[in-house]
């Protein structure tokens, strides 16, 4: 997969970039004039009032290649992108392409053959230890026990995944401004089961956003939601 033809970008509305694999371009100029013009950011660096969204830092990725069996495989071919603070990157291509592996690569899992992946100017895969906690990863498939209720579920892995030293009512208050922000809390003491497919990917979501990540990054983000719900799922990573 080429870097020339790998990438479309969005507008997104805080300071977390996901990556969005097999995904449409989400952007409205009007929605980005008003993120543009500020609101406080009460977490991940988002802008205060007055203040511009910041443009520098983010996600780079420069040139990277990957290829397997002594260079007989290519699977990435010079792929570059730059995710900034306030935006939403997509990775569009047909199956096969390189998405999957180019996402390994972005978080950290696979380290290229060529090429660099810097992360607020860090590069990511030399500094991965001390800068792993600041990614999330959202799977293409939920992680989510279905017996579980939503709260109990992101209760779970609040408790595996934050400081020991977090109170249960701070635990619980972060929870509850997660389900605030992806408009999931009418359905906080509902069991994941009668959930519906975007339902159920916005808990995958909420699980990754409990730590505050810097970056987020979100695989197939429609994959098992109705056709008729793209445009839902779509709008409401925008509004993260």
């Known amino acids: 997969m080429r870097g020339d033809h790998a990438v479309a970008a969005a507008k997104r509305a805080r300071g ?3 990556i969005l ?11 980005r004039e008003q993120h543009l013009a500020g609101g406080e950011r ?16 983010g996600l780079e990725v420069g040139a990277v290649g990957l290829t397997l ?3 007989t495989v290519t699977l990435l071919d010079r792929v570059s992108l730059a995710a900034r603070p306030g935006e939403l990157t997509a990775v569009i291509g047909p199956s096969g392409s390189g998405k999957s592996a180019l996402l390994k690569v972005v978080v950290g899992v696979s380290r ?4 660099v992946v810097k992360f607020d100017g860090r590069d990511l895969h030399a500094e991965y230890e001390s800068l ?5 990863l959202a799977p293409k498939d939920d ?6 209720t939503v709260t109990q579920a992101l209760t779970i892995a609040a408790k595996l995944r ?7 009512v701070e635990r619980h208050q972060v929870i509850s401004r997660v389900l605030q922000e992806l408009e999931m809390t009418d359905h906080a003491d509902a069991r994941v089961h009668t959930l519906s497919g975007g339902e159920r990917k916005r808990v995958s979501i909420a699980m990754e956003l409990l730590t505050e990540p810097s970056l987020l990054v979100v695989d197939e983000p429609t994959t098992g939601v109705d056709p008729a719900l793209d445009r839902q799922v779509m709008a409401m990573l925008r509004l993260l």
Not at 132 to 136: M, S
Not at 143 to 148: A, Q
Not at 162 to 168: A, C, G, N, V
């Open 16 to 18: 977390v970039w996901p």
């Open 21 to 31: 694999q097999a995904a449409i371009q989400a952007q409205r100029d009007e929605s």
């Open 42 to 57: 009460p977490r991940g660096g988002r802008a205060g009032p007055g203040q511009p969204a910041a443009r520098t830092g």
């Open 69 to 71: 069996d002594d260079g």
């Open 112 to 115: 290229p053959t060529t090429g």
């Open 132 to 136: 792993r906690h600041r990614v999330g």
């Open 143 to 148: 992680i989510v026990h279905r017996g579980l």
């Open 162 to 168: 934050m400081p020991p030293d977090i109170t249960k």
